[in-house]
């Protein structure tokens, strides 16, 4: 009986080991894409703020929606670890005069 007893512990032992192994390769590949993820959303911002800064900044002006929602993409963008290049253009954008949205 005790023989019995200890390959159970030993069996169910290596069980639980391969089960966290497994639970720690899922969370590994789970970081790697997260990771990813993150990155490609902010190169999307990044991209997007330098796309419509050329467009407002060659126009020589900025609705106020348009500076808003240059704001909130600033604000996701930084919130991702961006930085460098947008902060310039952030505080150049805010240099344009305003207009109204149907100019």
Do not use: Q
Request: hydrophobic residues 40%; aromatic residues 12%.
């Amino acid at each position: 009986m005790e023989f019995i007893v200890h390959y159970w512990i030993e069996f169910l032992f290596g069980i639980l080991i391969s089960l966290l192994t497994l639970f720690m390769k899922k969370l590994s590949d789970y970081k790697k894409v997260l990771s990813s993820t993150t990155k490609g959303v902010e190169v999307l911002l990044k991209s997007k703020i330098i796309e419509n800064y050329n467009i407002y900044k060659s126009r020589g002006k900025i609705s106020i929606y348009e500076k808003e929602i240059m704001n909130e993409l600033y604000i996701e963008y930084h919130n991702l670890g961006g930085n460098g290049v947008v902060e310039s253009l952030k505080r150049d954008l805010e240099k344009l005069p305003l207009s109204s949205k149907e100019e």
